[in-house]
C-alpha cells in the first residue's frame, strides 16, 4: 500500500460542475468557459448554473433573485451574538462561528430533501454578505448598515461594507470578482464540504467546515498576504531584491504557483484586466503589484509557478474599499454556490468518506505511570 500525500491526482469523484485544463489554462463552470461568464452573466446567474446544472430561464432567475434578496437581511439575534465577539476576531473565524447559527432560522433541515438545498442557498448566499459586513462595522465600532434591497447583489455588499453606495462600474468588477472565486473543482475547501455532506450533515456545517478549510494560507488566505507583502513595499526599485531575499530563503511568493495551473491562472488574467479598467496608473501599490509579477514571473516562469488569482484580487479590492483582513470572506462569500454545488452532487451517489492509514507505531507498549516517565 501507498501513501497518496495530499491526495494529489487521486479523482474522488465524478463531477459536471466545473473542468480545469492546467496545461491550458482553460476554466469552465458547466462546460461554459471562464471568460464567456464574466463578460456576459452575473454572480447569481451563474450561482444557479452551478449548483442546479443549467441556465436559469427568466422566469427562474428572477424567482431566484427575489429569494435570495429576501434573506439579505439577518436576525437582530446574529447582531447581538456578532457584538459579544472580541472585536480582533478575524472575520473568516467570526464567518465560520455564524454560518451553522443561521441554520436555527430555516424550517428545511433535511439534508437529503431538495427544499434543504435551494433554501439553504438563497439563505447563504443573502445572509453571509450581511454578516461579513456587519462584523467589519461591529469590528470599528460603527453603526450596521441595512442592506439596500434596490442595489445589485456585489452593489449592496460594497455600500453595506463601506457605508456608502459604490459606482455602477465598481459593482460590475465586484460582482466579476465574485464569479471567479465561485468555483474551482475538488481543492481543500470544496473536499472538506464533501467529507461533511458525505456523514449527511446539512449544508450550513459543510460551508461552515469549508470556510475553516479556506482560511489557511496555502489557500483562500493568500489573497490577504499578498496585499500586505506587496503593502509594505517602498519602491519598485526594491523589488528584484526582495523577491531574491525571499526565493534564497525558501519563502514561497504568495499568490504565486498552483497545484493544478501550469501556465497562466485564467482567473488571474481576468482580474488582472479587470484591475486595469479600475486603477489609476500612477496608484503606488498598483505599480508595485505589476512589477512584481513581472519581476517574479522571470525567476518562477521556468518551475512553471504563475500568478494565481489570489495575486491581483487583493489589490483590486483594496481600490474597492474593503479592507485586507476581509479579503478571504469576500473569497468564501463567492464560493458558497461552489461549494453546495458540490455537496449536492455528492449526495445523488452519496458514500461515507472513510480513507485509510498506514500505521507506523508501535504494538504493545507498557503504560509508564505519570511518576516513573522522568
Ligand atoms: N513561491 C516560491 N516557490 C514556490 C511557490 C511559490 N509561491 N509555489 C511553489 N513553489 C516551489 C516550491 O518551493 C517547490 O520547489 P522545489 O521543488 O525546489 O522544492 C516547487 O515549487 C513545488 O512546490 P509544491 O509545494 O510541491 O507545489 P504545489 O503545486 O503543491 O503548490 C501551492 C501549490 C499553491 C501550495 C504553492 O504554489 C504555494 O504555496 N503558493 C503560495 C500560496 C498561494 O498563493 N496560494 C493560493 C493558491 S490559489
Redesign the pocket.
Known amino acids: 500500500m501507498e501513501v497518496y500525500s495530499?491526495l494529489?491526482g487521486i479523482p474522488v469523484v465524478k463531477s459536471s460542475i466545473s473542468y480545469i485544463d492546467g496545461q491550458k489554462g482553460i476554466l469552465e463552470y458547466r462546460g461554459i468557459p471562464i471568460e464567456e461568464l464574466v463578460e456576459k452573466s452575473n454572480f447569481l446567474e451563474v450561482s444557479y448554473l452551478l449548483v442546479f446544472g443549467k441556465l436559469p430561464s427568466q422566469r427562474e432567475y428572477d424567482e431566484f433573485v427575489c429569494d435570495v434578496k429576501n434573506n439579505l437581511q439577518i436576525d437582530s439575534s446574529i447582531i447581538k451574538f456578532l457584538k459579544d465577539i472580541p472585536k480582533d476576531t478575524h472575520p473568516m473565524k467570526v464567518l465560520q462561528s455564524i454560518i451553522p447559527v443561521l441554520s436555527a432560522y430555516d424550517p428545511n433541515k433535511d439534508v437529503l430533501d431538495e427544499k434543504h438545498h435551494y433554501s439553504s442557498l438563497t439563505r447563504l448566499l443573502g445572509q453571509v454578505p450581511t454578516v461579513i459586513a456587519a462584523w467589519k462595522r461591529i469590528s470599528e465600532n460603527k453603526d450596521i448598515i441595512e442592506p439596500d434591497f434596490r442595489l445589485s447583489y456585489g452593489e449592496n455588499f460594497l455600500y453595506m461594507i463601506r457605508g456608502e453606495k459604490p459606482t455602477k462600474k465598481e459593482g460590475d468588477i465586484f460582482d466579476k470578482c465574485l464569479i471567479l472565486h465561485a468555483e474551482h473543482t475538488i481543492n481543500a475547501s470544496t473536499f472538506t464540504a464533501i467529507v461533511v455532506v458525505s456523514t449527511l450533515a446539512d449544508f450550513y456545517s459543510c460551508v461552515s467546515s469549508a470556510v475553516g478549510s479556506l482560511s489557511g494560507?496555502?489557500?483562500g488566505g493568500?489573497n490577504e498576504r499578498v496585499y500586505y507583502m506587496l503593502s509594505q513595499i517602498d519602491k519598485t526599485e526594491d523589488i528584484p531584491n526582495i523577491i531574491d531575499q525571499k526565493?534564497k530563503s525558501?519563502e514561497?511568493?504568495?499568490?504565486?504557483?498552483?497545484?493544478v495551473y501550469k501556465t497562466h491562472d485564467p482567473r488571474a488574467l481576468l482580474i488582472k484586466r479587470m484591475l486595469q479598467e479600475i486603477s489609476d496608473r500612477e496608484n503606488r501599490l498598483y505599480k508595485i503589484a505589476i512589477e512584481f509579477e513581472k519581476v517574479a514571473l522571470k525567476r518562477?516562469k521556468e518551475?512553471k509557478?504563475y500568478p494565481?488569482?489570489?495575486f491581483y484580487s487583493g489589490v483590486l479590492y483594496s481600490l474597492l474599499g474593503i479592507p485586507p483582513l476581509f479579503y478571504t470572506s469576500v473569497f468564501a462569500m463567492a464560493r458558497i454556490s461552489g461549494w453546495i454545488a458540490h455537496c449536492k452532487e455528492y449526495l445523488k451517489e452519496n458514500k461515507l468518506f472513510r480513507p485509510t492509514q498506514i500505521y507506523d507505531g508501535g504494538h504493545n507498549i507498557k503504560y509508564i505511570p505519570p511518576e516513573k516517565r522522568g
Open positions: 495530499g494529489a494560507r496555502l489557500h493568500a526565493l525558501k514561497r511568493i504568495m499568490g504565486f504557483g498552483h497545484r518562477l518551475k509557478i494565481n488569482i489570489d
